[in-house]
């Protein structure tokens, strides 16, 4: 098999994670299973990754980072009565004024594989920007929100959403300070989220 081949998935030759990772940001995709891809790409930007197969193995995740941080007497700043009420039995106590936490709890819309960023919009954020939020957040996502890339999520909301498409629509990605992003004019107007998924397998 050619180089070519390796480079752009003409055959089946399994590449290495070590190979991804030292890739160029704009050389093509590997040909790799979209989980995979997003979970390379994901811990690339710096956010931290729990992988759960059960709601049990959530909450003791859950538990994990707030005892990990010392959070135990800090509120959670959420905006999602079902996010409320699915974690208001793990002795957690929850605020609506971002004034009052340092850690955000929130679901997506979708996790993207292509770049390892998080799809939210105004169902999880309001009318709030990025950079209005804690700096701590703790996304909850299952597998099945997991697709190839903005495009496809953005055509997936349409499809769900129908008319009423949801405002304020935007992605979580850069999770470490670094210059990198800083000088990344795309970036301008977001800010760097000390970020934690707990990620559900559903399928």
């Given at each position: 098999m050619g180089l070519l081949d390796i480079l752009f998935g003409g055959g089946k030759?399994?590449?290495?994670?070590?190979?991804?990772?030292?890739?160029?940001?704009?050389?093509?995709?590997?040909?790799?299973?979209?989980?995979?891809?997003f979970t390379i790409h994901f811990?690339?930007?710096?956010?931290?990754?729990?992988?759960?197969?059960s709601d049990q193995e959530v909450s003791r995740a859950l538990h994990n980072i707030i005892e990990e941080n010392g959070w135990q007497n800090q509120p959670f700043f959420a905006?999602?009565?079902q996010l409320t009420k699915k974690f208001g039995r793990e002795n957690i106590s929850f605020t609506e004024k971002t004034k009052e936490s340092d850690i955000f709890l929130t679901t997506c819309e979708h996790l993207?594989?292509?770049?390892?960023?998080?799809?939210?919009?105004?169902?999880?954020?309001?009318?709030?920007?990025v950079n209005e939020l804690p700096s701590n957040v703790i996304v909850y996502a299952t597998?099945?929100?997991?697709?190839e890339s903005i495009g496809e999520?953005?055509?997936?909301?349409?499809?769900?959403?129908?008319?009423?498409i949801?405002?304020?629509?935007?992605?979580?990605?850069?999770?470490?300070?670094?210059?990198?992003?800083?000088?990344?004019?795309l970036t301008y107007g977001s800010s760097t989220k000390n970020l934690y998924l707990l990620l559900l397998e559903d399928l």
């Open positions: 030759k399994k590449v290495s994670k070590e190979t991804v990772e030292t890739r160029g940001e704009h050389m093509p995709d590997l040909n790799l299973p979209v989980d995979e891809k811990k690339k930007n710096g956010g931290k990754f729990i992988y759960c197969i905006m999602n009565p993207i594989a292509q770049n390892g960023s998080i799809l939210v919009c105004s169902n999880q954020l309001n009318e709030k920007k597998t099945s929100q997991l697709v999520g953005l055509k997936t909301i349409k499809k769900k959403y129908g008319p009423a949801p405002a304020n629509i935007t992605t979580l990605k850069h999770f470490k300070p670094t210059k990198e992003n800083s000088d990344d004019f």
